[in-house]
Structure formats: structure tokens, C-alpha cells
């Protein structure tokens, strides 16, 4: 691994007391040895700065798809960078890259959807949709089609737009535009199926939704925003057909479906987008970042309909948003060499299969007394730990169970991601069968080791 060695952890921990690290426990944080120094990493494996090799078992933060250290699309920014190194997409200006990329990927996502927004981050990604909605029905003469239908236990974000459209989890003592978003129910059959066969759960969704319509009127919801399959919420599959079914009555109302693919596009899935090859229907708008550059360099896109655009490129208007870095060069060229390595290694073909295997792999643990549930789909999997397997009782908070089982699996060479009583698991997408293998083995030895210490 090609690292530095000469770091001192505590040095960078000094210099690291004047940073603000995010969705954190800053009051844990003063305490020495929570923080963990990331110095290096290559393919599937991280190391920190006391030497110890990882595996990056959360890719990143459900980004790192084609794995680190990659030459192809380190070299492609470089060459980007020397040639031209930054100019704006603002009023009539382009350049060859951005253009491309808008293309590329005009080319892979399904149907109509050929017009691209980029931003440079998932939230903003999500805010664009909602903005360049809110415009369209403006256009059109609607201007009170505003209202955004979500979930409980959707993430879009942390910007004061995408956090409302956030479960309201993840904005205890926080603020949030008010008024503007409306909560569906959580798709989670196995938390919230209470009695019901997975089909009629899938029912009960779609009436709330029709109840929903019903009650704020059609006439003043701009859209439904939802995760193919919910991630930052505790990787929640919603029931068979859900989307495609939602989608139906959406598409009856006049109510534009935004499928937020932050995560589950670019192969985590098995597919370059989830939406239509994994749920069987085509949205409106499509909002993706993170796999797209497999985190090389931040970038989002908001790809959205030709009837959406058609709309908002009619005479009399103007396009009013825009971000300084939307298509930054070095962005664009990480996200084409990213994606060209991924069509040349059929990474996302690939996925399907070692995917399934690490998704069996994890699913292997359900018969430990304390996991409740283990959920998902390939490389996008969460584990829930329960008190009490018949009743499903939580742990409470302060066992914080998450925390000790990450702890306990990063002693033995794996990052996990703690979410409450969920340890979340999205690596990179070139593990091999023997670190699939590994991950299994040492989630097994971590369960069993924070269950004898209970
Ligand atoms: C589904 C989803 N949407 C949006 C976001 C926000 O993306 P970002 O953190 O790049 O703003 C995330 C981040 O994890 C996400 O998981």
C-alpha cells in the first residue's frame, strides 16, 4: 500500500481538535482514541496511522465502488487538471468533459431521463430537484404544486432542504423548513408489518399514499422523493413492487416520482441505475453522486426527463441556479475514467454475483441470538441487533450496541458503520470471495464477543 508511514497520530489529533466532523457525537470526540487517522488506502483495504490494514467494509461512505487508489482515474484527473483546470458551466460556457460526461450518462439512464444536472454533493443533488420542480410548475401556471411527499426513515441529505425531506430522526434539536414536506409511512415490513402478509403491508403503503394525495390535494404536490432502497434510514427494503406501484399512482396525480440513487446506483446493486433494472420503473427525475466518481472527486448529478426540460427551456424564463463547481473539470474526468473502468471490468455485472454472495455471507448471521434482522441487497446491507429475538425488543440507547460492535470488528480488521442498534455494511465492489469470506468471520467473533460482555 502506497502510504506514508511518518504520521503521528498524535499530531493529527491536535490539528483535528479544530475540525468539525459530521453526524458525529462531538462530546465523545474530545475523548482520546475515538477518532481513528485514515492514512492510506488500495483496493478494498484502508490503513491508519498506527499501521493497522482495514478492511473498508462502508466503501468510503457508501462511495469508494471501483475500490481506492485506482491509477486510471487518478491519472484521468491529473491529465484534466494540466489541460484545463477549472472553468464554470455558468451562462453560455461549457467545456469538453462536463459535456461528455452529461452524455455518458444521459446514455445509461433509462428512458426519457437525458438532461443532467451537476452539483456536487447528494444533498445539493436533491435540493436541485426539488428547485428545478418547483420552477416547472411555476412554468406551467401551478405555482401552489409545491408540496414533497418522503418517508420515514429516508436520508437525502443535510442541507436545510434535504434534511427536511430526511427522516425527522435526523434532525432532533435541528431545524428544518417547515410546511413543505409531508412523511409517509417506513416501508420497513419487518418493523412496521404488524400482522400483515408482506403484500398487504405493500397495500397499506400505497392507500397512505392515495390517503395522503387525497388529503393535501394533487394540485399542491410537486413529488414523491424516495431511495430505491432506504440507506442512511437502516438499509430498509421496502416490500415487492412497492416502487413500481407508487410510481403508478404518482404518475396518476401528476406528481413527478424523484428516485434519490445517491447509493444504489453505479453497481452497488449489480446495475449502473437501480431504479429500472432492479424495481422496474422509470422516474421522473433521478439523483445520483457518490459511485459516481467512487469518490475520487465530489460530484452529483440530477438527471432529469426531456419533458421536464422541455418545459423549463420554453422562451420567457430563466435557468436560476447554479453552483460555481457544477461539472468542474476534475469532477467530470473522475466521473468518465470512473465509469469507463467500470463498463471495462463489468464491475456492476460482477457485483451481481459477489454481491449475492456477501449478502448470503451476512445473512449467515441471522441465526446469532442477538441479530434481529439482517436486510438489503448485495453490496448494501444492514444488521439489526435486538434484545430479545421473539419480541424484538431494541437495545436501549445507552447499550449503545452499534458502537461496541464496530469497535469490537474494528479490532479485528474491519470498518462497520454504526447507525443506533444497525451496524451497516456497503464496501467496495471489488471484494474478493476471500474477503467476503473474512468480513463473515469477523462479524461472527464481534457478535459473539459483545454478546458474552452484555
Ligand atoms: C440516499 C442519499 N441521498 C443523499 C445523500 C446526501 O449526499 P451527500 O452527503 O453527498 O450530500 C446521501 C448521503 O449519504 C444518501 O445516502
Redesign the pocket.
Known amino acids: 500500500m502506497n502510504i506514508k508511514t511518518d504520521i503521528s497520530t498524535d499530531a493529527v489529533l491536535t490539528a483535528d481538535t479544530h475540525l468539525i466532523q459530521s453526524f458525529a457525537d462531538l462530546n465523545l470526540l474530545k475523548q482520546d482514541g475515538a477518532r481513528t487517522v485514515i492514512v492510506g488506502a488500495e483496493g478494498a483495504m484502508v490503513r491508519d496511522s498506527e499501521g493497522n490494514e482495514l478492511i473498508d467494509g462502508i466503501g468510503g461512505?457508501?462511495c469508494s465502488n471501483v475500490g481506492h487508489g485506482r491509477r486510471e482515474i487518478i491519472d484521468a484527473i491529473t491529465k484534466q487538471l494540466n489541460e484545463l483546470d477549472f472553468y464554470s458551466t455558468f451562462y453560455n460556457f461549457t467545456h469538453p468533459t462536463a459535456a461528455a460526461l452529461a452524455e455518458k450518462l444521459a446514455e445509461l439512464a433509462p428512458g426519457q431521463l437525458n438532461k443532467v444536472y451537476f452539483g456536487?454533493?447528494?444533498?445539493?443533488?436533491?435540493d436541485s430537484a426539488v428547485r428545478i420542480l418547483h420552477h416547472y410548475n411555476n412554468r406551467l401556471g401551478r405555482p401552489k404544486k409545491k408540496k414533497i411527499l418522503s418517508r420515514i426513515g429516508?436520508?437525502?441529505?443535510?442541507?436545510h432542504l434535504?434534511i427536511a425531506m430526511t427522516t425527522p430522526a435526523y434532525s432532533v434539536g435541528w431545524d428544518h423548513v417547515e410546511g413543505l414536506v409531508h412523511h409517509l409511512k417506513s416501508p420497513h415490513y419487518w418493523r412496521e408489518g404488524d400482522g400483515m402478509t408482506e403484500a398487504e403491508f405493500c397495500d397499506a403503503l400505497v392507500e397512505d399514499l392515495k390517503d395522503t394525495i387525497e388529503r393535501l390535494g394533487a394540485e399542491n404536490i410537486a413529488a414523491f422523493v424516495a431511495?430505491p432502497i432506504?440507506?442512511?434510514g437502516g438499509v430498509v427494503v421496502p416490500p415487492e413492487g412497492y416502487h413500481a406501484r407508487m410510481a403508478k399512482v404518482c404518475a396518476d396525480n401528476d406528481i413527478k416520482y424523484i428516485a434519490?440513487?445517491?447509493?444504489?446506483a453505479f453497481g452497488r446493486l449489480g446495475h449502473f441505475f437501480a431504479s429500472q433494472d432492479v424495481f422496474g420503473h422509470t422516474p421522473d427525475i433521478i439523483?445520483t453522486?457518490?459511485g459516481l466518481t467512487s469518490g475520487y472527486q465530489?460530484l452529483?448529478a440530477t438527471i432529469v426527463s426531456d419533458e421536464i426540460h422541455e418545459v423549463i427551456s420554453r422562451p420567457g424564463g430563466m435557468f436560476l441556479h447554479g453552483m460555481t463547481y457544477s461539472g468542474h473539470p476534475a469532477a467530470a474526468a473522475a466521473g468518465l475514467a470512473n465509469i469507463a473502468l467500470m463498463e471495462k471490468e463489468q464491475i456492476p455485472e460482477k457485483a451481481r454475483v459477489t454481491g449475492k454472495l456477501f449478502e448470503n455471507t451476512l445473512r449467515g448471521l441471522a441465526d446469532l441470538d442477538i441479530v434481529g434482522e439482517v436486510r438489503g441487497s448485495h453490496f448494501m446491507m444492514g444488521v439489526e441487533f435486538v434484545r430479545d429475538k421473539e419480541t424484538r425488543e431494541s437495545f436501549a440507547p445507552e447499550d449503545a450496541i452499534g458502537l461496541k460492535l464496530a469497535r469490537a470488528a474494528q479490532k479485528r480488521g474491519l470498518i462497520a458503520r454504526p447507525l443506533g442498534n444497525i451496524l451497516i455494511l456497503s464496501p467496495t465492489l471489488i471484494l474478493t470471495e476471500a474477503q467476503i469470506g473474512q468480513i463473515g468471520d469477523i462479524l461472527r467473533e464481534s457478535i459473539a464477543d459483545v454478546s458474552r460482555n452484555l
Not at 429516508?154 to 442541507?159: D, E
Open positions: 461512505l457508501w456536487n454533493s447528494g444533498s445539493v443533488a436533491n429516508a436520508y437525502h441529505g443535510s442541507t434535504a431511495e432506504q440507506g442512511a434519490d440513487e445517491v447509493v444504489t439523483n453522486a457518490k465530489p452529483s
